[in-house]
Every structure is written in C-alpha cells, then in structure tokens.
C-alpha cells in the first residue's frame, strides 16, 4: 500500500504551451482527497496566443487614411448611458480556456480555496468554481473581497452586453458569502489539520502570502508557502511584506513564488518619481492637463504617490472610472492618504465635460492602462490633441494588441485612432506622451533573498512566462522548476 503523498498541480498560473505563465491562477495542492487551492482565476486575453484572442482584432492600419474626426462636444446624443467596462474585464477570455483546469479536482473531498488577492487573474472566477464546488471554504482578506467582487460585477455586466454566455450569473456571486471566512495578515487557520497562516504580501491592498502545514500520517509535517503576487517593497498606498513573518520558521519542503518581473532589469523608484515629478511640472507650467490611462488597481498607487510628491496641494487631481470605485475599498479600508479620496471623484459627464473645457490645469487618472476600455479612449481622445497636455502610459513595453500601445508608436502630429463605446474616433496626437512604469511584483535578486533565506527543498516557479522564469532558475544556478500547468510535482 503506498502512503499518501503531497502535491503540489498547477491548474494554471504556470507555464501553459506557448510559454505564457500568467493569468487564470490556481495552484492545487493536494493529501489524499484533501485539497487546498490557491487562487481561482480567470486568464486575460492578452496571456491568449494572437489566434485565440477573442472578437477585438488588434487594429494594424494606419490611422492616416482616415478620415478625421473631432470630438462633438455638445452633443447628449453623444453620451453613453452607462459608463463603459473596464479593461480587465474586456480582456477576460471567453468561456473555459479562461479558466484554471479544474478537472484536476476530481476526488477531492474537502477543499479550501485561498484568494490571495483582489487581482482577476486570481479570483476572478471565483463564483464560477463554487458553482461547481459549493462546499468549498473559501480564505480571503476583506479588501480582496470587496475588490473581487467589483470585478465580478464587470464581468457579468460585460458578458450580457458583448452577448457571451456568461461563466457565472448575479446568483452565483451571492453565493460567495456565505462560504467565506474573512482573514488578514496574521491569520492563523486550521483545516482539517492542515494549518494556514496569512502573511502581508505587499503588492496591493488585502495581498497575503499564506504558510500551509499538512500533518502527514504517521511521520511529520509538510510544509509550504505560496507567495501570491508579492512586494518586498512598500509602495506608497500599502506596505510592503512581511519578509520577517515569511522567512521565519524552519525551512519549508517547497515555496512556490512568482516570478512575473524575473527578467527585468528595476528602474529605481527614485528615478521614476523624479520623471514623474518633472513631467507634471513641465505640463503644468505650460498649462496642460495630464491624463495617465492606467489600470484600475494602480490608479490607488498613482493617487498616493502624487500626493507624497506634493502635487495635490498645487494641482487638482481627479480620478474616473473603476479607479474610483477601487479607492473607495481603499478608503473604507482606512489607507492613510484616502480619508478624502471621494473628493477627487469625477462623478457625472458634466464634471467631465467642465473639466476638459476649463482652461485650467489638472491631473485626471483613469482605467484602463490598455486603453481599450474604461474612460481612458475618451479622456485620450479630449485632450491628445492640445501639445500643452500629457498622456501617460503604464508601460513602455504595452502588448501590440493593445489600443494604448498606438499611442507609444504614432508619431507626433500623426493621426491616431481610438475607440470609445465602440466608436472610432480619429484626432492628430500633437501632446507630450509619457510611460510610468510603476510596479509592484518582488525582484529577481529578491526572489533569490527568499530562498536563500527559507533554504525550501523545493523551488517552484510560478506566474511568470517562460523567459521570466528562465531568468530565475539560472540566477538560481538551476535550483529551481519552471512549473508547467497540469504537471504533477511530488513534494
Ligand atoms: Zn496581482
């Protein structure tokens, strides 16, 4: 009779064939017929190879030989009655190849689900798994919850309105609830033996990394961590982890740890203030407006980092979107820095449409980075034509797919084209663009303090594609395993 082993299987989240190893995370560790598993999420569209990428075919041509259009202001008729989707949703892909593959559940009596943070690649598709699991205990911190369950929200709205079957309904969302148990950094939790404690994870507001101890009949205990997306780093809106708290303990059997920035080379955060803080002054001075189209869960971060720059007491800064909507959880969740933040609102289109013709200087935040959804397209479009104004980018390096990645392309005073609630618009991008390239994912070196640190037996890399790992596992002289997905590691 052969003892009961630890697994650990990676449903996605891992390397899948085309070397893509982020989106649709879901980490299954298993002991018998016990299963915890980390993360249910959902895979963006831009982690789909270039033939699966849903309906928005990337728009190649040359905005030149079209025809321009302007803008029309005063036209109600112009409005949409409901404020577009955001990004993250748009790039959900549709149906199961968006999701981790849960066939691999099969035979697993009891189940814990730990989401360790707000992001939609890791609990995006949370519903849908309890649709199918409904006993399943779900982990998670009240700050990834409340994020998760906007994002959940934009995605059944977003299914009904592009006319796809949705992977989960308004009913299924409400039946989250009741099957979480809410925790937080320090959180120490038994299930069924098996011991969870949260650990700060830095990344984002409510991020935990989480220590699992699985008793093993008979003989000793397993011991793990998986890191979630981490942070050594404190970034300006939450801290960084808890390094102290994650490397104490006697070394582990296996860490699994994300890799999504192992084969980038960091900007110091000194020198990307500094370029931020230069071009709002040269933007200012000249009378512009900046406009940074930026992914919903960074504009907190943008919002904070302004405010240390001093640029709040000079300058108003508003924020649109979904971006707001994630500042609240900020704010309810007491952040310093966002007791007021729902004073920077931009709540209705007049607020927008005074904005723009105000002549006046302002900073405006607003979903998506991508500009594909969100207010970004339209805020683009008001204010690329004027050379006093800024357009910001999250990247310089933006997926060719991508609208916001024309941006960083076109010429000054050539014709771009963007589309807002499914409309082309044509304008001359005559203002200054600028990509801020704030992150928050550990750095390689870091990546390598952690395991020299915990000394695990064993290194699985996870959420990173394939380069990415490929530059860890030779940082780590090859003491590493570049997970693939539906492998089975044997702990
Ligand atoms: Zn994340």
């Given at each position: 009779m052969s003892a009961k082993k630890v697994h650990v299987r990676p449903l996605g989240g891992s390397l899948d064939r085309d070397g893509h190893g982020i989106g649709r995370s879901g980490h299954l560790v298993t002991y018998g017929e016990l299963g915890i598993l980390f993360d249910a999420g959902l895979r963006p569209r831009s982690a789909l190879p270039p033939s699966e990428r849903h309906t928005h075919e990337p728009r190649a041509e040359f905005p030149r030989f079209r025809e321009l259009t302007v803008p029309v202001l005063d036209d109600p008729l112009e409005l949409p009655e409901v404020l577009p989707v955001e990004d993250v949703d748009r790039r959900m892909a549709v149906g199961e190849e968006a999701l981790p593959l849960y066939h691999y559940l099969d035979g697993i009596k009891e189940l814990a689900i730990v989401i360790t943070h707000g992001h939609l690649d890791h609990g995006g598709g949370l519903p849908f798994i309890l649709k199918h699991y409904p006993h399943a205990h779900v982990f998670i911190s009240t700050a990834s919850y409340a994020i998760s369950e906007i994002w959940w929200r934009d995605s059944v709205a977003i299914a009904e309105r592009e006319g796809f079957p949705p992977l989960y309904g308004d009913a299924d969302i409400l039946r989250v609830y009741p099957r979480v148990t809410f925790v937080e950094e320090g959180s120490i939790i038994d299930f069924h033996g098996v011991q969870l404690e949260f650990v700060r994870a830095g990344h984002m507001l409510g991020a935990l990394a989480c220590r699992f101890s699985i008793p093993i009949a008979g003989r000793r205990v397993v011991q793990g961590i998986h890191t979630g997306d981490i942070s050594l780093k404190p970034s300006e809106a939450v801290e960084g982890a808890d390094f102290a708290r994650l490397v104490s303990g006697s070394s582990p059997d296996v860490i699994m740890i994300e890799t999504t920035y192992g084969d980038r080379e960091p900007v110091p955060e000194r020198v990307l203030l500094a370029q931020l803080a230069q071009t709002i002054d040269r933007c200012m001075n000249r009378g512009g407006k900046l406009f940074f189209g930026a992914f919903a869960v960074r504009v907190q971060r943008l919002f904070a980092t302004l405010q240390r720059l001093g640029v709040m007491e000079r300058y108003p800064i508003w924020i649109d979107g979904a971006g707001a909507k994630i500042a609240q959880v900020y704010q309810a969740h007491g952040v310093p820095g966002f007791e007021k933040v729902d004073q920077h609102f931009v709540e209705n289109w007049k607020m927008r449409y005074d904005l723009v013709r105000s002549p006046g200087r302002a900073i405006i935040l607003a979903p998506s980075g991508t500009y594909e959804g969100g207010m970004a397209p339209w805020w683009f479009l008001q204010l690329a034509s004027d050379p006093k104004n800024v357009i910001g980018v999250p990247s310089r390096h933006m997926d060719p797919c991508w609208p916001g990645s024309r941006i960083l392309t076109t010429q000054p005073g050539d014709l771009i084209t963007m589309s807002f609630n499914?409309?082309?618009?044509?304008?001359?991008?005559?203002?200054?663009?600028?990509?801020?390239?704030?992150?928050?994912?550990?750095?390689?070196?870091?990546?390598?303090?952690?395991?020299?640190?915990?000394?695990?037996?064993?290194?699985?890399?996870?959420?990173?594609?394939?380069?990415?790992?490929?530059?860890?596992?030779?940082?780590?002289?090859?003491?590493?395993?570049?997970?693939?997905?539906?492998?089975?590691?044997?702990?």
């Open positions: 499914k409309k082309d618009q044509t304008v001359p991008l005559l203002a200054e663009v600028e990509a801020f390239g704030f992150t928050a994912h550990i750095e390689r070196e870091e990546i390598l303090e952690i395991r020299d640190r915990l000394r695990p037996q064993n290194t699985l890399l996870i959420h990173g594609d394939r380069e990415a790992m490929q530059r860890v596992k030779d940082a780590a002289a090859g003491d590493a395993v570049m997970t693939e997905i539906g492998e089975l590691y044997e702990i």
